[in-house]
């Protein structure tokens, strides 16, 4: 059986547009949503507090699920949050942004972490 990646053409183009970009973080995060939806990481705000600190940038390639607290203000970049986890980050004083906006706004990558499973 051949190994199939993303069926979902919005996943496919985000992949597509993260591999086009000059930066190995990018091409890391491309290569970690290309699997099958049920492998992808997902990731609780706890997980995010503990190893992030003030004004970071975490990137997820996944979910990021509600269950913890966030005591810093952070910026999150999912591809998808639960209702939940976007309601503590917000009271956090944090940022929630898209894959797309944040190739256009991260310019700096000092303070940036990757986070999965």
């Known amino acids: 059986m051949s190994r199939t990646g993303s069926t979902d053409i919005m996943v496919r183009k985000l992949i597509s547009k993260l591999e086009a970009q000059e930066k190995p973080i990018?091409?890391?995060?491309?290569?970690?949503?290309?699997?099958?939806?049920?492998?992808?990481?997902?990731?609780?705000?706890?997980?995010?507090?503990?190893?992030?600190?003030?004004?970071?940038?975490?990137?997820?390639?996944?979910?990021?699920?509600?269950?913890?607290?966030?005591?810093?203000?952070?910026?999150?970049v999912a591809l998808d949050f639960s209702s939940n986890a976007k309601n503590?980050?917000?009271?956090?004083?944090?940022?929630?942004l898209s894959f797309y906006?944040?190739?256009?706004?991260i310019k700096d990558f000092k303070n940036v972490r990757l986070m999965k499973k």
């Open 101 to 105: 906006k944040a190739i256009e706004e």
């Open 88 to 96: 503590k980050i917000e009271q956090s004083g944090g940022k929630i």
């Open 26 to 76: 990018w091409n890391a995060v491309a290569e970690m949503l290309d699997v099958p939806s049920r492998k992808r990481s997902y990731v609780n705000l706890y997980k995010i507090n503990k190893y992030s600190k003030k004004d970071d940038v975490v990137l997820i390639p996944g979910k990021v699920l509600g269950i913890g607290t966030l005591d810093h203000p952070v910026t999150v």
